[in-house]
C-alpha cells in the first residue's frame, strides 16, 4: 500500500507541474497543505480512496487521486470512476420541480394534500416546504426497523408504498414551517409530484431537463442494485463494525428521488457551475432557489449552512454534500471567483451514530482547509 500511494503522490505532482507552466497556479505549500489534510482524514475515516477536483479560473487545478477504489481487486483510484451521489440526487430533483413550476405546470405553493393526502398536516405543507426541509414529515431513514432492513438485506427493493407505511406509523417531526429536517420523504414525495403532473417517469424527466441539456456522460438514476459502468466500489462500517463493501445494495429504490442516483468529476463539475448560476431557471425562480433559511448545527456540523429550494450554502460556497450508505459527495461552487470543488470519498458510515459524527467533523474540517486555498 504505501509503494501505491508513493506513485499516486509522484503522479499528482506532475499533475500540479503541468498546470504551473501553463498558467499561475498553486503555491506547492496549498498543494501540501490538500495532500496532508486529505491523507490525515483518509487514515482516521479508513477511507480507502478519494477523487477530488479543485478547480480555480486564473490559478489552476488540483486533481487529487488517492487510494482504492476496489481494494479486493486493488484498483486504484481514477478521476473516471462513477460513485453514488446520495443527497445531492435532491440538487437534480428540485431543478427537474421547479422547471415545472417555471412552466406553470405547478405552484410552489401547492399543497401536498393535492398530491399525496395520506400524510399527516398535508393540507398546511407547500411544495416549498418539501423543497427546504421545512416539513415536519418523519424520514423513513430515521426509523430503525428500516434502518436494520437495509443493513441486513441491502440487495432488497423498496416500493415508494412501502417507504409511505413507514413513514405514515411516525407523527409528524413539528408542525410544518415550524423548523427544519432533513427528511428523504420530503423528496420522494417531490418526485411524486413530478410524475403526477407530467404523467412521465421522474428519472425522464431528471434526464431530460437536466441530464440531456448539460450534456452529461456518466450521471443517471441507478436501476437495481448494482451501477452499470466503470464504478467505484463504496465501503461501510455499518454492517457489522467491519470494513464492508456495499457497493452493490439498493439505494436506487430507497433513495430514489432523494438519493439515488449516481455521477463522475467531470459531470458533477459541469452541474456546480449550472446548478449555482441559474442556468436552467428563470431569474425568478432562481432566486427562489437560492432563498436561503439556516439549517440548525447537529453534532460535528459548522454553524453557518445554510438550505435554499434543493442547494445549500455553506459560507462563500453553494451546491451539495450528501452521504449514502458507503458514499460520500461533494459539489460546491464558489460565486466570488468561478472556483469549483468536486470530491468522492468511498467510505462512509451514517448508520453508526459516533462514526457518523466523527466523519462529519473530519470532513467539515477538510472542507474548511481545501476553501482555503480556493479563494
Known amino acids: 500500500m504505501g509503494k501505491l500511494i508513493m506513485v499516486l503522490s509522484l503522479f499528482l505532482l506532475s499533475l500540479w507541474s503541468c498546470h504551473k507552466s501553463e498558467m499561475p497556479s498553486f503555491s506547492q505549500d496549498e498543494i501540501d497543505a490538500v495532500n496532508t489534510a486529505v491523507q490525515n482524514v483518509m487514515a482516521e ?9 479543485i478547480y480555480v479560473p486564473g490559478k489552476g487545478e488540483i486533481i487529487l487521486i488517492k487510494g482504492l477504489v476496489d ?3 486493488n484498483i486504484i483510484s481514477s478521476p473516471f470512476k462513477i460513485f453514488r451521489i446520495g443527497d445531492v440526487t435532491q440538487t437534480f430533483t428540485a431543478l ?5 413550476v417555471d412552466d406553470n405546470k405547478l405552484s ?48 432488497r427493493s ?11 406509523t411516525h407523527p409528524a417531526a413539528f408542525e410544518p414551517g415550524q423548523g427544519y429536517g432533513n427528511s428523504y420523504t420530503d423528496y ?13 417517469p421522474a428519472t ?9 441539456r448539460l450534456g452529461l456522460k456518466n450521471t443517471s438514476m441507478a436501476e437495481g442494485a448494482v451501477i452499470q459502468g466503470n464504478y467505484a466500489h463504496g465501503y461501510t462500517f455499518d454492517l457489522d463494525g467491519s470494513l464492508r463493501d456495499i457497493s452493490q445494495q439498493e439505494s436506487a429504490t430507497w433513495g430514489w428521488t432523494s438519493a439515488g442516483m449516481y455521477a463522475d468529476l467531470t459531470d458533477l463539475k459541469i452541474c456546480a457551475k449550472a446548478f449555482a448560476t441559474g442556468r436552467l431557471l428563470s431569474a425568478s425562480l432562481n432566486n427562489e432557489f437560492t432563498s436561503w433559511i439556516p439549517i440548525p448545527a447537529q453534532p460535528g456540523a459548522p454553524q453557518d449552512y445554510y438550505t435554499g429550494l434543493g442547494i445549500m450554502k455553506y459560507k462563500d460556497v453553494v451546491g451539495m454534500a450528501g452521504s449514502i450508505y458507503g458514499y460520500t459527495s461533494w459539489m460546491w461552487y464558489m460565486p466570488e471567483n468561478q472556483s469549483v470543488l468536486i470530491a468522492f470519498f468511498n467510505q462512509t458510515s451514517v448508520f453508526t451514530p459516533e462514526r457518523k459524527t466523527r466523519e462529519q467533523e473530519l470532513l467539515t474540517g477538510l472542507l474548511n482547509s481545501v476553501l482555503e486555498i480556493m479563494r
Open 188 to 200: 420522494i414525495l417531490l418526485g411524486l409530484i413530478i410524475e403526477t403532473v407530467t404523467g412521465n
Open 71 to 73: 481494494i479486493q481487486n
Open 108 to 155: 410552489l405553493d401547492d399543497k401536498l394534500s393535492l398530491y399525496e393526502p395520506r400524510i399527516p398536516n398535508a393540507g398546511n405543507i407547500t411544495v416549498r416546504m418539501l423543497l427546504n426541509h421545512t416539513s415536519g414529515i418523519f424520514s423513513y431513514t430515521n426509523d430503525p426497523a428500516f434502518i436494520e432492513a437495509i443493513t441486513t438485506y441491502p440487495l
Open 45 to 53: 475515516m479508513d477511507v480507502p480512496g478519494v477523487v477530488m477536483g
Open 158 to 168: 423498496w416500493s415508494y408504498e412501502e417507504l409511505i407505511a413507514i413513514t405514515l
Open 204 to 212: 425522464a424527466e431528471i434526464n431530460t431537463n437536466i441530464v440531456f
Open 96 to 100: 427537474t420541480l421547479l422547471q415545472l
